[in-house]
């Protein structure tokens, strides 16, 4: 059990779990993850780390057929800039290695937002804090454990 799965039955939050075999040569591990579990881009969301102009390290959510957009990200968060955080910060913030990065369970709570494409889906899947393991959740498990807003973070309208 991942930390992520221990923060999502400690909070009583409904989820399922779906596996797949990771290869150790893919590194697109959210397109991984849509193609072997034979899911939609646009319900599978990676987990990113971002630093802001202020230093401070946030969690955002996006579709993975989608990029983030980082001038709405700064916007978001208030501040004046934002830019992807290192892997090895991202890693050591989380406690997950990369393409295993679960907005759950993480060693530090960070402010997490989450792209509103997100908002009318019944479902979507997030990393379950290991690479090729997914786990699906309501939206609102979201707010509910993580304090998650739900705002633009794409450029898909």
Known sequence: MTPA????????????????????????????????????????????????????????????????NLKAVARAAGAKKAALAPIRTAEKRTGYVTGGISPFGQLREHRTFIDKSAFPLNLIYVSAGRRGLEVCVPPEAFSVLLGATFVTLTDYE
Request: include cysteine; charge should be negative.
């Open 5 to 68: 799965i221990h923060a999502l039955d400690e909070a009583s939050i409904q989820y399922q779990l779906l596996e797949y075999s990771h290869e150790r040569s893919n590194d697109g591990f959210g397109n991984e993850a849509v193609e072997k579990l034979g899911l939609s881009d646009d319900v599978v969301f990676k987990t990113l780390l971002v630093q802001l102009s202020s230093q401070e390290i946030i969690v955002c959510l996006v579709p993975v057929g989608l990029s983030l």
